[in-house]
T-cell receptor, first 115, second 113 residues
Framework: DGGITQSPKYLFRKEGQNVTLSCEQN?????MYWYRQDPGQGLRLIYY???????QKGDIAEGYSVSREKKESFPLTVTSAQKNPTAFYLC??????????????FGEGSRLTVL | QQQVKQSPQSLIVQKGGISIINCAYE??????FPWYQQFPGKGPALLIA???DVSEKKEGRFTISFNKSAKQFSLHIMDSQPGDSATYFC????????????WGAGTKLIIKP
């Protein structure tokens, strides 16, 4: 089935450690996104990529890094520089950039807890 | 900073009733207004969307009403069912922000049987 797969679903990390969240899509979508979701807040954009080997910072990119070496994959690294990393992270994709289509397709999320 | 304000934060409706969620925006450079539905432990999914040249859009039991002059839009769920219990997010696509979505804070809807 086509879709977006995020892993792991749950992740615990000690302070000072980097952690990488995986996002893979088999929808053949050009654009991919990472959002952070905190209770009582809307989704906030961390990074997005509209083509392979290119990505742009979103509203809250500090303390995060990404890569887009393959069309299907857009991993997110939460670095030790992120001051408050405990959150629910959502990966999404769209067929082309959001200027062409407004619909985002989301994965099921990864919940990161920093101990 | 562009904002989308969503209310109420939570809502309880009896089965068969009408659920109404409201959003207001502060920037006129938005060109597309989607609503997403999110069940616990899942990612959001597009429910219905509207463009500002239309005042109302209906899909089944779900209707978006759009008031361009007031910069407000709302989601109405008719004949609400327990299966509609979820968190609902409104969003607005910013023409001035590379067409990225600005999200409301979400409304947790509970439909009581």
């Amino acid at each position: 089935d086509g879709g977006i797969t995020q892993s792991p679903k749950y992740l615990f990390r000690k302070e000072g450690q980097n952690v990488t969240l995986s996002c893979e899509q088999n929808l053949n979508h050009d654009a991919m996104y990472w959002y952070r979701q905190d209770p009582g807040q809307g989704l906030r954009l961390i990074y997005y990529s509209q083509i392979v080997n290119d990505f742009q910072k979103g509203d809250i990119a500090e303390g995060y890094s990404v890569s887009r070496e393959k069309k299907e994959s857009f991993p997110l690294t939460v670095t030790s520089a992120q001051k408050n990393p405990t959150a629910f992270y959502l990966c999404a994709s769209s067929p082309r950039g959001l200027a062409n289509t407004g619909e985002l397709f989301f994965g099921e999320g990864s919940r990161l807890t920093v101990l | 900073q562009q904002q989308v304000k969503q209310s109420p934060q939570s809502l309880i409706v009896q089965k068969g009733g009408i659920s109404i969620i409201n959003c207001a925006y502060e920037n006129t450079a938005f060109d597309y207004f989607p609503w997403y539905q999110q069940f616990p432990g899942k990612g959001p999914a597009l429910l219905i969307a509207i463009r500002p040249d239309v005042s109302e859009k209906k899909e089944g039991r779900f209707t978006i009403s759009f008031n361009k002059s007031a910069k407000q839009f709302s989601l109405h769920i008719m004949d609400s069912q327990p299966g509609d219990s979820a968190t609902y997010f409104c969003a607005a696509r910013g023409v001035d922000s590379n067409y990225q979505l600005i999200w409301g804070a979400g409304t947790k809807l509970i439909i009581k049987p």
